[in-house]
Nanobody, 116 residues
Framework: QVQLVESGGGLVQAGGSLRLSCAAS????????MGWYRQAPGKQRELVAT???????NYADSVKGRFSISRDNAKNTVYLQMNSLKPEDTAVYYC??????????WGQGTQVTVSS
C-alpha cells in the first residue's frame, strides 16, 4: 500500500505563489498517472492537473497557464507549482496516484487559502 503525503499548503495573498509537494512511500516511476485534485467547501472534488508516466500533462482550464505539475521519479515526489493564485483557488488539495492493478491512492490533503 503506497502512502502519499502532501505538504506546502498555507495562506497566501492573491497573486502569490505556492509549491505543493507529494511524497510517495513507493516508487512513482511505475505509476501510470500522478495528479492533483482539489475540493472547496460545499463543492465536489475536481481535477487540477495530472502527469503520466511518459511525462504528458493535463490541466483544468481554470489553472492553465498558472499551475505546473512535475514529477521527480528519483525522489518519488510530485510537485504542483501554483502561481498567480486567486481566491477561487482556495481548497484542500489532494495528491493521487494510479499504480497498475490497484485502486487509486489518495493523500490526506493540504489546505490552500488565498486571501483577496
Amino acid at each position: 500500500q503506497v502512502q502519499l503525503v502532501e505538504s506546502g499548503g498555507g495562506l497566501v495573498q492573491a497573486g502569490g505563489s505556492l509549491r505543493l509537494s507529494c511524497a510517495a512511500s513507493g516508487s512513482i516511476f511505475v505509476a501510470n498517472v500522478m495528479g492533483w485534485y482539489r475540493q472547496a467547501p460545499g463543492k465536489q472534488r475536481e481535477l487540477v492537473a495530472t502527469v503520466t508516466r511518459d511525462g504528458s500533462t493535463n490541466y483544468a482550464d481554470s489553472v492553465k497557464g498558472r499551475f505546473s505539475i512535475s514529477r521527480d521519479n528519483a525522489k518519488n515526489t510530485v510537485y504542483l507549482q501554483m502561481n498567480s493564485l486567486k481566491p477561487e483557488d482556495t481548497a484542500v488539495y489532494y495528491c493521487a496516484g494510479d499504480w497498475p492493478f490497484t485502486s487509486r491512492h489518495w493523500g490526506q490533503g493540504t489546505q490552500v487559502t488565498v486571501s483577496s
